[in-house]
């Protein structure tokens, strides 16, 4: 963004040259050369409307599955605070969601009302908005299973409900119109008790401490699964498990997650994923896809 163009006024909070490793899981990479946290949806719709259309805008949520590259995010970086992370039971069945509300905060509230099918939302740790862009899933669901549709805030400032046929979900994908920011999501589950509820959700709890390393700087899942294969395998059999490069580590509890032991610059952790992927293409000849976002510039 050239210091030529004027940012339109907000009610929000607007910061510029903003560090962004404080908000992202693998705490590390660059700036946003401005990070917008809107007071609500009017305010969102007006600063896009009068924004620059030259200014790229991306969204930013609970920052677990992105790497944002150490040259910083040109444009506009849109983080939804409190004010779009309420989640309200609507009936039996269904509940509606702002963009900013978290896995947990989904999945209890769904709990709670009695509702049953959205126990998997506590094991992604993200907001609605990036499960609603990813088609995030987890332990056998997805998103695309349980969405009724969505509200969103166009780059043009232009606010629009979309429905899942809009979106052509396919594994880990949407067709979300670039650059629209999800500020919110109605889910349908089943009606359940919230005893069996709860004990699928530990069930869920336990099987991802088992397996992952919850407790590290990692971004979650960091490939797909290819058709017919698990990531994590292919990982492991091309003899990744472990393998680092500075701080950069392949997870040895998990091969399909990337560690930051410390200090790793985010090049450090997107060239380990790069070794990986050659590795299991020279092994077996699959190519793996990265899940996870890489953001900004290098």
Known sequence: MSDAVTLPAARGKLQS?????????FKSGGSAEWLFEPADAADLSDF????????????LGLGSN??????????VVVRLGKAFAKVTKLDSTTIECGGGASGILVSSTARDAGIGGLEFLRSIPGTVGGFVRMNGGAYGRETSDILIGCEVVLRSGQRKFLG???LNYSYRHSELPEQAIVIGATFRGHVDDPAAIQAEMDRIAQSREESQPLRSRTGGSTFKNPPGHKAWALVDAAGCRGLR???AQ??????????????????????LGEEVRRR???????????EIQRIGVA
Not at 17 to 25: E, G, K, Q, S, T
Request: a negative charge.
């Open 17 to 25: 040259n903003a560090p962004l490793a404080p908000l992202v899981w």
């Open 48 to 59: 896009l409307k009068n924004l620059d259309p030259l200014v790229p805008v991306m969204g």
């Open 66 to 75: 992105m790497i944002v590259r150490d040259g910083g995010v040109p444009g």
């Open 164 to 166: 899942p046929q809009d």
């Open 245 to 247: 490069i500075g701080d």
């Open 250 to 271: 392949v997870s040895e509890k998990h091969c399909n997650f990337l560690l930051n032991l410390g200090n790793a610059s985010s090049s450090d952790i997107e060239e």
């Open 280 to 290: 299991v293409q020279d092994k077996t000849n699959i190519t793996l896809e990265w």
